[in-house]
């Protein structure tokens, strides 16, 4: 699994941190989380079926919240990328 501190102690901006999570896929910010919610919402549990609708319906400032709170269900769901 990859470190995630090191992106989260120089990056304070949502859109940053994603674009950054979304590099080693060859993705930009928007596409990455894109995928990553829609990886969440197809093969997560309940509570990561209920964060993705959550994020989805949440303004900027507060999915900046959750990808603060949250960096490793982004992580943990990039193994679903790229799966149909």
């Excluded at 993705?52 to 959750?66: I, P, W």
């Amino acid at each position: 699994m990859r470190d995630f501190k090191p992106i989260l102690t120089k990056i304070f901006n949502k859109n940053e941190i994603l674009a950054q999570l979304a590099q080693p896929h060859g993705m930009n910010g928007y596409e990455y989380e894109e995928a990553i919610i829609t990886a969440m919402e197809t093969y997560g549990g309940s509570f990561v079926k209920q964060f993705a609708k959550l994020y989805r319906l949440g303004d900027e400032h507060n999915q900046h919240k959750l990808v603060m709170a949250f960096t490793n269900y982004f992580l943990d769901y990039e193994k679903f990328l790229g799966k149909k």
